[in-house]
Protein backbone atom coordinates (compact mmCIF):
# COMPACT_ATOMS: atom_id res chain seq x y z
CA UNK A 1 0.00 0.00 0.00
CA UNK A 2 0.83 3.55 -0.14
CA UNK A 3 2.45 5.57 2.82
CA UNK A 4 2.07 9.21 2.73
CA UNK A 5 4.00 11.55 5.33
CA UNK A 6 2.97 15.07 5.38
CA UNK A 7 6.10 17.22 7.35
CA UNK A 8 4.53 20.97 7.77
CA UNK A 9 5.48 24.08 9.64
CA UNK A 10 2.72 25.98 11.62
CA UNK A 11 3.19 29.82 12.76
CA UNK A 12 3.19 29.97 16.88
CA UNK A 13 -0.45 30.66 17.29
CA UNK A 14 -1.47 27.52 15.16
CA UNK A 15 0.94 25.65 16.97
CA UNK A 16 -1.02 27.06 20.29
CA UNK A 17 -4.30 26.19 18.32
CA UNK A 18 -3.32 22.64 17.71
CA UNK A 19 -2.13 21.64 21.54
CA UNK A 20 -5.96 23.39 22.69
CA UNK A 21 -7.08 20.92 20.23
CA UNK A 22 -4.95 17.79 21.10
CA UNK A 23 -5.23 18.66 25.07
CA UNK A 24 -9.20 19.31 24.49
CA UNK A 25 -9.67 15.94 22.90
CA UNK A 26 -7.42 13.78 25.11
CA UNK A 27 -5.21 13.14 22.14
CA UNK A 28 -3.13 11.19 24.60
CA UNK A 29 -6.05 9.06 26.02
CA UNK A 30 -7.07 7.85 22.48
CA UNK A 31 -7.02 4.36 22.73
CA UNK A 32 -6.44 1.60 19.47
CA UNK A 33 -7.66 -2.14 20.04
CA UNK A 34 -5.39 -4.67 17.62
CA UNK A 35 -7.52 -6.83 15.28
CA UNK A 36 -6.08 -9.87 13.88
CA UNK A 37 -8.49 -10.85 11.84
CA UNK A 38 -7.47 -7.78 9.92
CA UNK A 39 -5.00 -8.57 7.48
CA UNK A 40 -4.26 -5.12 6.58
CA UNK A 41 -6.17 -2.22 5.61
CA UNK A 42 -5.70 1.34 4.63
CA UNK A 43 -5.85 3.98 7.39
CA UNK A 44 -4.50 7.34 9.11
CA UNK A 45 -1.93 7.17 12.21
CA UNK A 46 -1.11 10.77 13.97
CA UNK A 47 2.18 11.10 15.91
CA UNK A 48 3.25 14.02 17.53
CA UNK A 49 6.54 15.02 19.12
CA UNK A 50 7.89 17.47 20.77
CA UNK A 51 11.31 18.15 22.54
CA UNK A 52 13.44 17.19 19.60
CA UNK A 53 11.86 14.56 19.14
CA UNK A 54 12.29 12.90 22.42
CA UNK A 55 8.64 12.37 23.83
CA UNK A 56 5.46 11.65 22.04
CA UNK A 57 2.16 10.05 21.50
CA UNK A 58 0.44 8.15 18.54
CA UNK A 59 -2.74 7.13 17.60
CA UNK A 60 -3.14 4.34 15.19
CA UNK A 61 -6.48 3.32 13.06
CA UNK A 62 -4.39 1.57 10.30
CA UNK A 63 -3.64 -2.13 9.22
CA UNK A 64 -4.92 -4.62 12.27
CA UNK A 65 -5.18 -1.18 14.63
CA UNK A 66 -8.45 0.55 15.30
CA UNK A 67 -9.65 2.88 17.08
CA UNK A 68 -11.75 2.14 20.17
CA UNK A 69 -15.42 2.83 20.03
CA UNK A 70 -14.97 5.63 23.31
CA UNK A 71 -12.49 7.24 21.29
CA UNK A 72 -13.96 7.46 17.96
CA UNK A 73 -15.59 11.35 18.63
CA UNK A 74 -12.01 12.53 20.05
CA UNK A 75 -10.35 10.73 17.06
CA UNK A 76 -12.63 12.34 14.41
CA UNK A 77 -12.69 15.85 16.21
CA UNK A 78 -8.33 15.65 15.94
CA UNK A 79 -8.86 14.61 12.15
CA UNK A 80 -10.71 17.01 11.02
CA UNK A 81 -9.14 20.06 12.68
CA UNK A 82 -5.57 18.43 11.14
CA UNK A 83 -7.60 18.74 7.62
CA UNK A 84 -7.73 22.33 8.52
CA UNK A 85 -4.09 22.86 8.88
CA UNK A 86 -2.34 20.74 6.60
CA UNK A 87 -2.22 21.66 2.99
CA UNK A 88 -3.57 19.67 0.30
CA UNK A 89 -0.65 18.13 -2.38
Do not use: C, H
Amino acid sequence: GNVTWKKFSLSDAALDSLYSVLKENKFDQIASTLDTLTLDRGGMDVYVYWEGGQRGVTANDSGQMFIKEESSKQWGAVLRYLDTLIPAQ
